[in-house]
């Protein structure tokens, strides 16, 4: 079982960055894959970005493409999102969760663990 914490969001102006941070606790951390996905309210839950096992395979959605930038630190059990050129419409709560082997990073059920999520408010 993996428990994951993200942290490291906040209140930016367009334009900026900010780096977000997922935090798991658990030995096998280094099995899983790890997604990062938004929600804003009255709006599905959607996939940011993902990265496989070893960090060698990553995924974006198109809308943050060439802008945010996702790795992990293996040894400290953590994974990241660098965000940059932030725009309003990136204004959401951010999750990182851990999909199942099988599952893919677009499909919300395919999702075992999530974090509590973390508030980015990019203001214009």
């Known amino acids: 079982q993996v428990q994951l914490v993200e942290s490291g969001g906040g209140l930016v102006q367009a334009g900026g960055s900010l780096r977000l941070s997922c935090a798991a606790s658990?030995?096998?951390?280094?099995?899983?894959?790890i997604g990062w996905l938004r929600q804003t309210p009255g709006k599905e839950r959607e996939f940011v970005a993902g990265?496989?096992?070893?960090?060698?395979?990553?995924h974006y959605a198109n809308s943050v493409k060439g802008r945010c930038t996702i790795s992990r630190d293996n040894a400290k059990n953590t994974v990241y999102l660098q965000m940059n050129s932030l725009e309003p419409e990136d204004t959401a709560v951010y999750y990182c969760?851990?999909?199942?082997?099988?599952?893919?990073?677009?499909?919300?059920?395919?999702?075992?663990?999530w974090g509590q999520g973390t508030q980015v408010t990019v203001s214009s």
């Open positions: 990265i496989n096992w070893s960090g060698d395979s990553v």
């Open positions: 969760a851990a999909p199942r082997p099988s599952g893919s990073y677009y499909l919300l059920g395919s999702y075992d663990y």
């Open positions: 658990g030995r096998t951390f280094s099995m899983y894959a």
